[in-house]
């Protein structure tokens, strides 16, 4: 019987010690884990932070470079990228007796070429009609191709309906107009009048019209026809006065 209450003590003991330290060593594990869970992340917030500011500098250094390559960059270039889908429209004239005559212009062009493109065509309807009467005889006051032309009636019958303002029915008032540019006689261009002293009358008496080449038409005088003749002639050398720009960005139609 004491044998008995022996083992049973002792298992008693056994039992209690059990579950007295065994709440501990869960405590502990828990700890354990506990510990290993902060550290994991600790390290993994460090490794985001190195990725953020790796991130932030790779971005830095890329704006950078934008920054400089724009700044390097010529303006040029950075127009054309900005331009390269533009838009192209169609301006068009229409004018009574006159087919509707349209160019074709970019929004984005510059307005020194649309200028241009318009003085072209001016210049070469003006060209058009002249060469149309080489041949026609003199005729003094005359402005039709039905009966022919003086020499400043050729003139009229070419510009009357190009330019702006009224075209004046002598050379002389041709030669003094307000609304004309004078030219140098190196910088001559097709289109301008060219003006000649020949008997005396005013400053200019004789008008033609430059036509490239160092050469003019010109109406000349009662028994001869329209022709194109050569600036050079020592004839016209000795008379010549000056030039005049009537086809212009402002004055044409």
Known sequence: MARITKISITLCA??????????????????????????HLAKTTERKKKTTSKNEKKKTTTH???????????????????TASTLVTQKCTARKGYKKSCVNVSKTAKLSEV??????????????????QIGKPYHWGGTSPRTGFDCSG??????????????????NEMYHLRDAASVERGALESGDLVFFRTQGRGTADHVGVYVGN???????????????????EDYWVRHYVGARRV????TIR
């Open 14 to 39: 056994l039992l209690f010690t059990t579950l007295a330290f065994t709440p501990a060593a869960n405590a502990s594990e828990q700890a354990r884990h506990s510990a290993v869970q902060k550290s």
């Open 64 to 82: 950078k470079k934008q920054l400089t390559a724009s700044k390097t960059t010529p303006k040029s270039s950075r127009k054309v990228s900005r």
């Open 115 to 132: 200028h241009k493109v318009r003085v072209q065509k001016a210049q070469k309807t003006a060209m058009n009609k002249l060469m149309g």
């Open 154 to 171: 050729l003139v009229y019958y070419a510009y009357k309906d190009l330019v702006k303002f009224r075209i004046p029915r002598t050379a």
């Open 214 to 232: 160092g050469k003019f038409i010109q109406s000349p005088r009662s028994g001869q026809d329209i022709q194109i003749t050569s600036l050079s």
């Open 247 to 250: 086809m212009t960005p402002k």
